[in-house]
């Protein structure tokens, strides 16, 4: 039998800032919150073991470097551009990590400043 991933786990400045945030980006639910401020949020039928969910854990350890591992997202109801507004508007913004400018997706950062790719395949909802 092999592992599934169930949840992912996001050190952060402002945990209620990133759930604000990543909800609006994925159309995620907050449901739940620990007593160490950690913001758990994640698709209306979370405990179906479809997808996996994403805890916000307030730390505050700083920053270095960019990250090891990061989120890709696809569109669901539109085009890659106009996903790529509206990310913006939710207060992504578009960050250097080395790219060409050839690639097929778009690199951003979430309000505190980890990476994440706008892909360009539109995905069907779930």
């Not at 479809?50 to 350890?61: E, H, K, Q, R, W």
């Not at 990061?70 to 669901?76: G, L, M, P």
């Not at 509206?86 to 505190?112: F, K, M, Y």
């Amino acid at each position: 039998m092999a592992c599934r991933i169930s949840e992912l786990v996001i050190d952060c400045v402002d945990a209620e800032r990133l759930a604000a945030f990543w909800s609006e980006v994925l159309g995620y639910v907050e449901l739940g919150r620990e007593d160490d401020g950690s913001i758990e949020i994640g698709p209306l039928d979370a405990g179906s073991g479809g997808l996996p969910t994403l805890v916000l854990s307030p730390s505050s350890d700083p920053r270095t470097g960019k990250l090891r591992l990061h989120i890709d997202v696809n569109a669901t109801d539109r085009d890659q551009d106009a996903e790529l507004e509206r990310l913006l508007a939710l207060g992504a913004r578009p960050v250097d990590v080395g790219q060409t400018g050839d690639e097929s997706w778009h690199t951003l950062a979430d309000p505190e400043g980890n990476e994440f790719c706008l892909l360009r395949a539109r995905l069907q909802p779930l």
